[in-house]
């Protein structure tokens, strides 16, 4: 064999090997739907989508998700809303104020945080957040809403932190300069200039982030409740769809009603977060920043 | 006050910077809630943790309807599953990055590639969770296993894995590539000799930070591979395994004895805090280590 033909191979093997992604993403909706799909047989797609009672376990069962996506929503748009002006504000200092030490600590800091595995820092919000909630506000559980969202907002800072520094620090050095040379502040040059030019970057970093608390399952499992009934307040438990497919997983027959609308909901859960995924990359395309030829 | 304020419009220069250290002030205190909450959650663990930890509960397994003894089976599960999932994932990983930078040709299919790359990243742990059970558990018959198990994990920190090593790669400047080329060295041997070696400090990293990951997953787990509890140890891949992230968990939610069990979760939380921290930092310090050293 020439070298030539051995080059050739080598390519085709490697081609090979990097379609595999998308395989897997084709095996994904392959067995989610496999698996799923049957429930629309029993229920249909819009008593499962907007049915108000969720009573997989009943005699005649009901399976009406609403409530569930409404916690889910719930949760992750707190969530976001604390993490996001964390995340975004952390970023600014790390990227353009702190000094070249604190900058490395903070960056560790960041990666070891989006390293805590999710079950301890339900665990955390089960033994710590939970009782402080409930002798703090008097409530009848300290596993609610908010507990959820706060714990959910410590495991979204680091994707969009993270993501924000990159986007700010790839913000070209003339525009600062420039703009202290016609005698911005720093802090006019920040919020004026380096900010808009890297506001792509940041949005992507806030859709992912998004995406990160939507999915995320043993938190909400574990400190949101549990509860799958529409909330009345902040302080009310909620079931959000991750929670309900690994609590419930485990004990809904083989192949039965409650096993298919499981699956269903693991549908419903990755076409949100690939939405969210695609929205993601779409706008860090389209609004690519691309140098000193953007603004 | 309002004189204050007056003071302050009159004089704008003043006024300006007054704005500036009330953002600096902002900045910094969300910097620094960040590194409190960290902090706060790993010292509480370790003190609630280190009362826990002894040879024992580390080498022995679980008695008394795990309300007592070690737990060895669990540590052991983990090492399986990640060692697994590190089987799968890294040449998968590794192979795809090589394809997507050194080879391909921009074009529709690398797009698509990468987009389902980038999307495979979003799709949720528990998802993952499904697919594993509907396809490996079920579809292929591997039952609730190790297999299933590392499989499941593998594919998640695949585009972590992709993502970290493509990075690695890009940043190979150029010039190397073409003094190889230059020379009549063959595509292959370049990529082999020259760009892999000087880009495999940050492919490890970013591997490894992935591999931290699936160590301390639990939804992936739940329903391919982990047990609740099992008496004797996996014998082969096809056999269930008990897995620390699942085992705090059930301790946690599920245990005959919740609030007597405390201290045998806490440990259990410390450990495996240990062991996917260590991990993290070992990815951390071969960084530092390798910006340290770079030639270029």
């Known amino acids: ?171 070209p050095r003339e525009f600062k300069e420039a703009s202290y040379a016609l005698g911005a502040t720093k802090f006019e040059t920040i919020t004026r200039v380096i900010i808009p030019s890297a506001l792509s970057g940041i949005s992507t970093a806030v859709m992912l982030g998004m995406a990160r608390a939507i999915g995320e399952t043993m938190v909400v499992l574990m400190v949101a409740g549990g509860a799958a009934a529409i909330p009345e307040g902040l302080f009310d438990s909620v079931r959000p769809m991750p929670a309900s497919i690994a609590a419930e997983m485990g004990e809904a027959p083989f192949r039965s009603a409650h096993y298919q609308a499981l699956f269903a909901i693991g549908i419903v859960l990755f076409f949100l977060t690939l939405a969210f995924n695609l929205i993601a990359d779409y706008v860090s395309h389209k609004f690519r920043q691309i140098g000193s030829g953007t603004l | 006050m309002e ?76 090492i399986y599953l990640t060692i697994g999932a590190i089987a799968v994932g890294l040449p998968l990983g590794i192979v795809s990055a090589i394809y997507l930078t050194e080879y ?97 400090p940050g492919i490890l990293t970013g591997s490894i930070l992935g591999i931290g990951r699936a160590a301390g997953e639990t939804a992936p787990i739940m329903f391919t591979a982990a047990a609740y509890f099992t008496a004797k140890l996996p014998g082969s891949i096809f056999d269930e395994v008990m897995a620390l992230p699942y085992h705090i968990y059930v301790l946690a939610t599920a245990g005959t004895n919740i609030e007597a069990t405390r201290p045998i979760q806490f440990g259990t939380v410390l450990v495996l805090v240990a062991v996917v921290l260590s991990i993290d930092l070992i990815a951390i310090i071969i960084r530092s280590y390798m910006r340290k050293n770079k030639r270029w």
């Open chain 1, 1 to 171: 064999m020439n070298r030539h033909t051995k080059e050739i191979i080598i390519k085709y093997v490697f081609f090979t090997f990097s379609l595999v992604s998308i395989v897997v993403l084709g095996l994904i909706v392959f067995s989610l739907f496999r698996e799923g799909l049957p429930i629309f047989g029993k229920v249909s797609v819009k008593d499962f989508l907007l049915g108000m009672e969720w009573y997989p376990t009943y005699d005649p069962p009901s399976f009406g998700i609403f409530p569930l996506i409404i916690g889910s929503l719930i949760v992750t748009i707190m969530a976001t809303s604390i993490a996001v002006p964390l995340g975004v504000m952390a970023a600014i200092y790390i990227s353009e104020i702190a000094p070249q030490g604190i900058k490395e600590i903070l960056k560790s800091v960041i990666e070891l945080l989006a390293g805590l595995p999710s079950v301890v820092l339900g665990f955390f919000g089960m033994v710590v957040v939970a009782p402080w909630l409930q002798d703090t506000f008097d409530l009848p559980t300290g596993l609610n809403i908010i507990n959820a969202s706060m714990i959910l907002a410590i495991m979204a800072i680091p994707t969009i932190s993270s993501i924000s520094e990159d986007a700010l620090y790839a913000v």
């Open chain 2, 104 to 200: 391909a040709r921009q074009g529709k299919v690398i797009r698509l590639i990468k987009v389902g790359i980038n999307c495979l990243a979003g799709v949720p742990s528990v998802v993952f969770g499904l697919f594993g059970l509907g396809f490996f558990v079920i579809f292929l018959k591997f039952g609730s296993s190790i297999l299933s198990g590392s499989l499941t994990l593998g594919f998640l920190i695949l585009p972590t894995i992709i993502g970290a090593s493509e990075e690695a790669l890009k940043s190979v400047p150029q010039t190397f590539r073409e003094a190889s080329l230059s020379l009549g060295v063959s595509k292959w041997q370049t990529i082999y000799r020259i760009v892999l070696p000087n880009a495999l």
């Open chain 2, 3 to 78: 004189n204050i304020m007056k003071s302050f419009k009159n004089n704008s220069m003043q006024w300006r910077y007054f704005k500036q250290s009330i953002f600096f002030g902002a900045v910094r205190l969300s910097a620094f809630i960040i590194a409190l909450a960290l902090g706060g959650i790993l010292f509480y663990i370790i003190v609630n943790g280190i009362g826990a930890i002894s040879w024992d509960f580390i080498t022995k397994p679980p008695t008394d309807s795990m309300t007592k003894g070690g737990i060895m089976p669990a540590i052991l599960g983990t």
